[in-house]
């Protein structure tokens, strides 16, 4: 099973922003991870858009259990369905992710608060990015 930590950022909302994810493996070795510069976006956009570009990037790993992990409440509540979604581009974003589920035996979805070290980790490489494009 691989573990999944991703995390968005911007700076306004909607402002400059950024993505990023850690792959690792069961054993928490480090897989991939990547950051991404978005342009002007919100956080909610920058959040699911770490999820799709881990999904994807996961993909090319396995297409076993993966186990996903988002300090966006928003997000993993409205992909596991606790949550409606009212917003249209969000809910694009979301059937890009679903597209995405299917290429995987099983995903486990949770939240974790942003202090968590692997999110934390996620954080700094968005506001190093962020800082790149000031």
């Not at 928490?28 to 342009?39: C, N």
């Amino acid at each position: 099973m691989l573990k999944i930590f991703t995390d968005g950022a911007s700076r306004g909302n909607p402002g400059p922003a950024a993505c990023s994810y850690q792959i690792k493996d069961e054993k928490d070795v480090k897989i991939a991870s990547s950051v991404f510069f978005l342009g002007r976006t919100t956080n909610n956009v920058a959040e699911y858009s770490a999820i799709i570009k881990a999904l994807s990037r996961a993909s090319e790993e396995t297409k076993d259990k993966i186990h996903l992990y988002s300090d966006s409440q928003l997000a993993i509540r409205q992909i596991t369905r606790a949550y409606r979604i009212n917003k249209p581009h969000l809910k694009t974003l979301y059937d890009e992710v679903t597209n995405l589920v299917f290429r995987f035996s099983h995903v486990t979805w949770e939240y974790v608060p942003r202090t968590h070290p692997d999110i934390m980790y996620c954080d700094r490489l968005c506001n190093e990015e962020l800082d790149r494009h000031q």
